[in-house]
């Protein structure tokens, strides 16, 4: 038999009217039932109408891998339906939510047992994986009923209905008589679908492995190879007192996909523990995105216990009821009949989780249809070599919109799993006859994706079809970075080797092919970044790539003059050393200081009360002859600089015009009423750039009597030979 995946029809007939709430927005269309992968090739394919893997809505789109059950912010966008009902959708009890997209051929009723709400599309717990906001959220082709004191919440999506709605709906809603109309015809493809899983030409599928119910355990053991598990189950999944037991699974092969048909009835029941809301918290969980529950024949299907259950569903009897009482359903659930989602007791919370079904079903598609190979190249633009290591997605041309839509509800369909190219640079996938697109998803290790990363259409036809249809997709190498390195200029005073900070910069590259730099005219070097000012380092670098450069000082520190060449270099950077970087130094010496322009001054105070003293005589010596101290005498003595000064009323006197240079002061006369102090000579006190003017202050004490005065026979510094008597050296006194 032929599954087609229903299409929506190209143009749809005018709604018969709208109704919503007062905020309602401005809403979409419905979307075709574009949701997953198309048939694959012939050993495989997935559910009728690509039901199954996740289609990525709104950023961010899915997630890969889904998130483990959690009550965070939303994780992904998940455009696919996750709940199919072929009949009534029910809900009772306590049930609390339906995660994802939910369509509903005839009525949705809501009747709690208490007074609730019923979520819908995004939920509070779960895989936290919602519709896009604005899209269709719950779709009935019949009337919805809430029951008073109770509401259904779908706030962020769309409500689209067919029939009548009685209570409150808490969601933009959308009057559509065609409502379910792109999804009718995939409720006789889920039956047809559900049998053929089950059984070939009548005679049920041959398993690959065994299912025993041991009373605390129903174990499923696989043949350890197979790709298709395949186990047949013709009992009740309970204990053996109608108690839970557990669903365990053994000898299956990684990357497998189960198909579990639990065949017979007309009641068939799995009561149930297993499973758990982290992934690591049941083995199951490992199993849930490539795990299908069939059952072709029950008219009535119970889902109940306490586990948060793994895995999809399919109930294939248009005539069944299912009902669901289980705390969570973590996987898609389809079925052609009735569903009651309900509770057990006084419990409550129970939910169905939005989760793929990734898995690979047998092929129950016509075997004459015709298929052929539809191939993407990858190549070296430059070079035409194939390329290994590029990631495609195929897409078949389905909503009737030229070119390749991959996202939204109304997008083109996935055909299977994503290829990556081998050593011939080819994907390759066999299909039936249509119109394809090949997406390239990653680029080849150093290579970049095409500004346009779609390839096709490629149109597969009866007549090509043996042939096969091919497209070429070339890429270009992604470009090397450059060499970079830094280039550095070292600021150091001439004479002492210290860094200067604030030495002004600018660095340029060699560019015109003139030796040396050229800052002017019609073709001068180049000037790289923005000028530079040494820090307390003396550095400034910058990173570059690599080539010639110079630095030129434009600014010198405070104190110093540029040089007389102030560029500096060239500097060479080489691939071969541009992790150490090159650095050139750069000295200046200090601007001269004009000669004259530095002064001593001194003020004589009373010791005790600080009263400034009138009448001290001072002399002022430079000390000149290498020897520390004063030496007043001698052929090596230092040198006395300008005329004595005596302190005036307010105490002071001073020495100016002063080169820079090292002093002292000499006290030759005390004011009257106070001695000369022990030590008359003070400092030394250094006049320099730094400090031009010298303040000094000398203090004395009162003397009981006059003191002796200075000595007649010290020389004064006039000469080697004094005038007067004779002193006991026989020079002369200095005194008349």
Not at 102 to 109: G, N
Not at 477 to 483: K, N, Q, Y
Not at 635 to 652: E, I, L, N, S, Y
Request: aromatic share 6%; proline share 8%.
């Amino acid at each position: 038999m032929t599954l087609l995946t229903p299409r929506r029809p190209a143009r749809r007939r005018r709604r018969a009217g709208t109704t919503g709430l007062a905020c309602a927005l401005a809403l979409a269309s419905v979307p075709a039932l574009v949701l997953g992968p198309a048939a694959a090739p012939a050993a495989a394919a997935t559910l009728p109408g690509g039901l199954g893997p996740c289609v990525g809505g709104d950023p961010p789109g899915c997630p890969s891998p889904f998130p483990p059950i959690d009550n965070g912010a939303v994780k992904g966008r998940d455009d696919a339906v996750n709940i199919y009902v072929g009949a009534d959708y029910l809900v009772r009890g306590r049930a609390a939510e339906a995660e994802g997209r939910v369509v509903v051929l005839d009525d949705f009723d809501m009747n709690k047992a208490a007074p609730g709400i019923y979520n819908i599309g995004e939920v509070g717990v779960g895989s936290k994986v919602a519709p896009s906001e604005g899209e269709d959220w719950l779709t009935t082709g019949g009337d919805i009923t809430v029951a008073a004191e109770q509401r259904v919440l779908a706030e962020a999506g769309v409500v689209r209905h067919a029939g009548t709605v009685t209570g409150l709906v808490q969601a933009p809603l959308e009057q559509d008589d065609d409502a379910t109309a792109p999804y009718t015809a995939l409720r006789d493809e889920l039956t047809a679908a559900s049998q053929c899983y089950a059984r070939v030409d009548g005679a049920p599928r041959t398993p690959t492995g065994t299912a025993v119910n041991q009373g605390g355990q129903t174990l499923f053991t696989g043949d350890g190879s197979s790709a298709l598990q395949v186990f047949d189950v013709g009992f009740d999944m309970v204990a053996a007192n109608g108690g839970q037991q557990g669903i365990v699974f053994a000898g299956i092969p990684a990357g497998a996909t189960i198909l579990v048909n639990v065949t017979g009835g007309p009641a068939r029941t799995l009561h149930t523990y297993s499973g758990g809301i982290a992934d690591n918290d049941d083995p199951l969980n490992a199993y849930r995105e490539r795990l299908l529950w069939n059952f072709p024949d029950a008219t009535e299907v119970t889902l109940s216990g306490t586990g948060q259950f793994q895995g999809s569903f399919l109930i294939g009897n248009q005539a069944s009821t299912t009902t669901v009482s289980l705390p969570g359903v973590n996987g898609r659930f389809f079925t052609t009949g009735s569903l009651t989602h309900t509770s057990l007791g006084e419990s409550g919370g129970q939910e169905f989780h939005a989760y793929p079904f990734t898995g690979d079903l047998p092929d129950c598609d016509t075997p004459n249809a015709v298929t052929g190979e539809v191939r993407v190249t990858k190549t070296d633009a430059e070079s035409g070599d194939p390329l290994p290591g590029a990631g495609f997605r195929l897409w078949e041309e389905t909503n009737g919109v030229a070119g390749l839509q991959t996202v939204g509800i109304n997008a083109d369909t996935t055909v299977g799993t994503p290829c990556v190219t081998g050593a011939d640079g080819v994907c390759e996938r066999t299909v039936e006859t249509g119109t394809y697109y090949w997406q390239e998803t990653e680029a080849p290790d150093g290579y970049d994706l095409p500004a346009d990363p779609v390839f096709g259409p490629l149109v597969l036809t009866e007549a090509n079809a043996s042939a096969g249809v091919g497209v070429e997709a070339d890429n270009t190498a992604t470009a090397v970075p450059p060499v970079t390195g830094e280039v550095r200029v070292a600021k150091t005073d001439a004479e002492s080797g210290d860094p200067l900070p604030g030495a002004g910069f600018r660095l340029w590259e060699e560019t015109n092919g003139v030796a040396g730099l050229q800052t002017g005219g019609a073709d001068p070097d180049t000037a790289v970044g923005a000028p530079c000012v040494t820090g307390a380092d003396g550095v400034c670098e910058r990173t570059v790539e690599t080539g010639t450069y110079y630095w030129q000082e434009t600014e010198a520190p405070d104190g110093y003059d540029l040089p007389a060449d102030p560029v500096f270099g060239p500097l060479v950077l080489t691939e071969a050393n541009a992790s150490a970087g090159v650095t050139v130094r750069a000295a200046n010496s200090r601007t001269p200081i004009p000669p004259g322009s530095g002064s001593v001054s001194l003020v004589k105070t009373d010791a005790e009360s600080g009263m400034p003293l009138r009448g001290a005589a001072f002399e002022l010596w430079e000390e000149t002859n290498g020897v520390p101290g004063l030496q007043t005498a001698g052929a090596t003595r230092d040198t006395r600089v300008g005329a004595p000064c005596t302190t005036g009323f307010a105490g002071m006197c001073g020495f100016t015009d002063l080169d820079h240079g090292t002093y002292y002061l000499r006290e030759t006369a005390a004011p009257d009423g106070y001695a000369l102090p022990a030590e008359p000579v003070s400092g030394p006190y250094v006049v320099s750039a730094e400090q031009e003017a010298v303040f000094v202050t000398l203090d004395n004490d009162r003397g009981d009597e006059p003191g002796p005065g200075p000595d007649p026979c010290e020389p004064k510094g006039y000469g080697d030979e004094g005038y007067g008597d004779e002193c006991p050296d026989g020079r002369r006194t200095t005194a008349a």
